[in-house]
């Protein structure tokens, strides 16, 4: 059974910070390089941080140097800090495998206002 479920987003000034939570079943997890995912309002959705089973991670330019990705094995729980928020972060975020499954979970919300 899959499961994805994102949590932690809301409402932040520019310059502020977040920390997002997703909570994803065991099978996805243990197999697969895990990431996060924004869409911004009339945008496609990018990844926007990756970590993979050994624990490398990878970022875009973007956003290198004020998001980290990092995980909870034994919750099967996967982390996005948020940090030097813009208002361009503003989306709804997702977490999900890379490349990703065809399968999304609700997403949390984060709006960063100027």
């Known amino acids: 059974q899959v499961q994805l479920v994102e949590s932690g987003g809301g409402l932040v000034q520019a310059g502020g910070s977040l920390r997002l939570s997703c909570v994803a079943s065991r099978n996805i997890f243990i197999l697969n390089t895990m990431g996060w995912y924004r869409q911004a309002p009339g945008k496609e959705r990018e990844m926007v941080a990756g970590?993979?089973?050994?624990?490398?991670?990878n970022y875009p330019d973007s956003v290198k140097g004020r998001f980290t990705i990092s995980r909870d094995i034994p919750r099967n729980t996967v982390y996005l800090q948020l940090n030097s928020l813009k208002p361009d972060d503003t989306g709804d975020y997702y977490c999900n495998a890379v490349p990703f499954l065809n399968y999304w979970g609700q997403g949390t919300q984060v709006t960063v206002s100027s």
């Open positions: 970590i993979t089973r050994g624990g490398s991670t």
